[in-house]
Structures are given as C-alpha cells and as structure tokens.
C-alpha cells in the first residue's frame, strides 16, 4: 500500500481570530453570519494560547476565521505564539489572494507561519463565481506559486457545490502541477435547515465524479482527503475520508447556529461504529433523501 503523506489534525487546535474578508463565497459557513461574530481581541488571544500551552496536548496551532490576511495586526498574534517557542507549525487558513503580493507572503514567513492552507474552488471564472469577487482565482493561483520559493507545507482546500462540479477536474489537472502536499476535498455542509442556493451535490453524483479525480492525483503520490463525506462511500486510493475536525475556538453563536442545521443525519447512525462521520444535513435529506440504500453502517 502506498503511503501518501498528509497532516495529523488530531495536533492542532484552531482559534478564530478574526471575521473580515476580501471575498464572498457562495459556500462560506460563515457568510450569514460574519457580522455577528466578534473578533476574539488580543489579550483574550494571548490567554488562549496561554492555556494551550499549559495544557500540553496541541503542538500545532491554526490561525483562522473569515480570512485573516485581511487582519492588519496578523503579524502581532504570529509573533506571540511564535515567542512561546512551542508550536511546531503555525498554519493560517486562507484564500491566498493576500499572498499573491512577495513581500507580504515574506513577511508572514518570516514572522513565523511555516504552513498554508489555501483554499480554491475552480479554475477561472468558476473560482470568481463562487467568491464572487472577479480576479480572484488570478490572485489565488499566483498566491500558491509564490510558496514554492520557501520551505513550507502547502495543502489546498476546495468545497465541492454544484457550480464547480464539472470543473473540479480541470482544477485538480492545474492543482498537480503545484508544489501542493495534499488535496482536501470537502462536501457542502449548508448553514441553513434547507439547499436555498440548490448547491449541494447528491453522493451518487460524487461518486461518478471520484474515480476521474483520483486518476488526475494518484501519480502525483499526493492524498485527495474527503471531508464531511460519509464515510461508508466506497472510495480507493489515494482518497482517504478524514473527518477529524481540530478543537476549534469560536464565538458561542456560531455553535449555536452549527447544531441547528442536522450535521451528522444518516438513518444508520444506530447501528454504525463510526465516531467521526458527518453523515448527512438535513438540507441534504431534504433534497435528495436519506440515502439509505447507498449508506451502510461502519462494522
């Protein structure tokens, strides 16, 4: 069996720390919310990070929220985890559109952020449909080719909608020509009781789509890692379902809003060993029903 290498999320731990950003994606768990939520402020940050610290489990810390480029005072929080001397990796989640610009990338670098998870949902105009900002996908991919020139982990992150569905392989053809360590793949999770935007792609649909996708990885030795897919889909190599989602700092109503939405539906939950497993929204069973007869449970 090859081994594909991919990060251990068990190791991080995410804190939210601010909920500006400089797109507006249709896919975004954030977008009905971001001017609800309040940033987390410094001194709450440097006693977060305190607590993490004392208490010994996480070495690796993620820096997020909406898109934390955005943050004029990023830098000030890199460099007070930076100054503990703990964490192994410090990551920021982002859209890249920031990094497109040498001296600032550098700048992040140099202050510590030694790993970047970039997200990009197609190529071209379908990458600007989603985020709804025109460029942005010029901007993203020139972001990712300028991490070639440091030594830092790159993995990409894409949100698999209707909109990008017939392009996900074109991208994941242009993806494979980067210096990219994995590719996660993550199924829409809407925050909403109901598909209101009709985005959400059914499983069986998927499943015709995987095949073609792992053909375009797979000699590239990389991971295509499956996020909030059941995990009783039938999948081969390299695919890997990861549903480890990292202990996550965020303002209480987004958790709120969260447990509204029937994460982790599936008709089989009883009988499934599964611990990590999404299962299905309540959206999803709205439109395309249960699936109980693609779904099994985990023995």
Known sequence: ?????????????????????????????????????????????????????????????????????????????????????????????????????????????????????????????????????????????????????????????????????HDIPRLMISLSKERISENHLWNFFPMEKRDTGNLLVSMKAFLELLPELLAIVRPECRALVLKSFPECLSIDEPAVFDNFFPETILPDIFWRKFSECGFGTCVHRDRCNSVSCWGLSSAYVGKYGDERDLLSPVV
């Not at 400089?22 to 309040?38: A, E, V, Y």
């Not at 930076?82 to 920031?98: A, D, E, P």
């Not at 949902?121 to 600007?128: I, L, R």
């Open 1 to 165: 069996m090859t081994t594909y290498p991919r990060v251990d999320l068990s190791e991080y731990i995410v804190i939210s720390i601010w909920f500006g950003c400089n797109n507006n994606c249709t896919t975004c768990m954030l977008s009905g919310l971001r001017g609800q939520l309040p940033s987390i402020g410094f001194e709450n940050f440097k006693r977060v990070v305190l607590d993490i610290r004392k208490g010994g489990r996480y070495k690796n810390l993620i820096l997020s929220g909406a898109e934390v480029t955005t943050f004029e005072k990023l830098d000030k929080y890199i460099r007070f985890a930076v100054s503990l001397g703990w964490f192994k990796k410090i990551q920021i989640q982002t859209n890249g559109r920031r990094l497109s610009n040498k001296e600032y990338l550098k700048h992040l670098i140099d202050q510590g952020v030694n790993e970047f998870f970039v997200s990009i949902y197609g190529t071209e105009d379908v990458h600007d449909a989603i985020t709804r900002e025109k460029g942005s996908y010029r901007e993203t991919m020139e972001g990712i080719r300028n991490l070639e020139a440091f030594d830092v982990n790159v993995i990409s992150n894409t949100v698999l909608s209707r909109t990008n569905y």
